[in-house]
């Protein structure tokens, strides 16, 4: 079975704090996501990434940025983190050109 | 871009109804159509996709339904148990990207 590991599932933080969200995934998938989900709003996509070192924005990356150093880990960063950051943070995978996205458990972040 | 629209937000079932939900897009490109049952406390997971050139496929007590003409494809959960009660979304996407739009997502109660 495919596996996405969040390795941080509840964080509270300050605002004003550098966070940093880590993602694995096990599968040798080439493409990975971040995306926040809200109430109401759906899963929206903050950043994915094709390849090692490549990324490409999504929806809402403003406040955000990522790091793929290695082909199965995925970073997502918050430089400064605010309370409207306060969300829930998925991660996921899929194989290029594949269709089915796979998704972690979640990482849930408050800033306080 | 595509845009995906779905609905019900909130469909509250006893058990042993049926329950669909419905869900329209607008990029005719589209070619892939998987939904996902987020659990409480989990990440989404595939639980049926279908592509354009299939108009229905079942899964056991589930099952989808596509009609490429009118832009719009339904799950549709037969003999619904208390088990499947969840937040579900929708999706869509073409062949060239493999980057889902998603539904803003249905909560499904099931009544005991």
């Known amino acids: 079975d495919v596996k996405v590991t969040q390795s941080s599932r509840y964080l509270v933080k300050r605002t004003g704090e550098k966070v940093f969200l880590e993602c694995v995934q096990d599968?040798?998938?080439?493409?990975m996501f971040w995306y926040r989900q809200d109430p109401g709003l759906g899963l929206r996509l903050i950043y994915f990434?094709?390849?090692?070192?490549?990324?490409e924005k999504g929806d809402i990356p403003e406040g955000y940025s990522v790091s793929r150093e290695k082909k199965e880990r995925f970073s997502l960063i918050l430089e400064s983190a605010s309370t409207n950051q306060t969300s829930m943070y998925l991660c996921?995978?899929?194989?290029?050109?594949?269709?089915?996205?796979?998704f972690g458990e979640g990482s849930w972040l408050t800033v306080v | 871009g595509e845009n995906v629209e779905q609905h019900p937000s909130t469909l509250s079932v006893q058990e042993g109804d049926s329950a669909v939900i419905k869900c329209t897009y607008s990029d005719s490109a589209s070619n892939y159509f998987p939904w996902y049952k987020q659990e409480l406390g989990k990440g989404p997971q595939l639980i049926i996709d279908i592509r354009s050139n299939v108009g229905e496929k079942k899964d056991q007590r589930i099952a989808v339904t596509l009609n490429k003409t009118a832009k719009h494809f339904s799950l549709h959960i037969t003999e619904t148990q208390p088990e499947d009660s969840a937040v579900y979304f929708c999706a869509a996407s073409t062949g060239g990207s493999y980057i889902p739009t998603f539904g803003r997502g249905t909560s499904l109660i099931v009544h005991p």
């Open positions: 996921a995978s899929t194989q290029l050109l594949g269709n089915t996205i796979y």
């Open positions: 990434s094709y390849d090692v070192k490549m990324k």
């Open positions: 599968m040798d998938h080439e493409n």
